[in-house]
């Protein structure tokens, strides 16, 4: 049975926005990491000869950087139901089966027993 359309959602987002969501969540996971690690490394060997502030701000935004670069791919590879509904469904049907419980496995495999001893007996 296909599943039922939903009404009222918006489409998915684009690879634009995904790209610039990625970004963004990269960068703030990105500063906040190298500001962790910035501030343990100047408390631990010092600030250097620059100081402390653009000794900090390198290691904040050489981490931004980095995080979202990755983060921005990531979610653009991403492809979480990209397919419409019907073919979605129809892809659900001719896959290999996917046990989605514990109950429905055991039904399955009671099926397979059964068709295995109707073999057998045959």
Do not use: C
Request: hydrophobic residues 45%; positive net charge; charged residues 15%.
């Amino acid at each position: 049975m296909p599943p039922v359309p939903q009404q009222g959602h918006p489409a998915g987002l684009t690879v634009w926005q995904k790209l610039k969501m990625g970004a963004m969540m990269g960068a703030g996971v990105g500063l906040t990491m190298g500001f962790l690690f910035g501030s343990y490394s100047i408390l631990r060997g010092g600030a250097g000869p620059r100081g402390i502030l653009p000794t900090l701000s390198q290691y904040m935004l050489g981490s931004a950087a980095t995080f979202s670069f990755f983060l921005a791919i990531g979610s653009v590879i991403r492809n979480d139901g990209e397919l419409p509904p019907h073919l979605e469904a129809a892809r659900m049907q001719l896959a290999s089966p996917v046990m989605r419980s514990r109950a429905e496995g055991l039904s399955h495999m009671r099926l397979q027993w059964a068709l295995e001893k109707q073999r057998r007996a045959s």
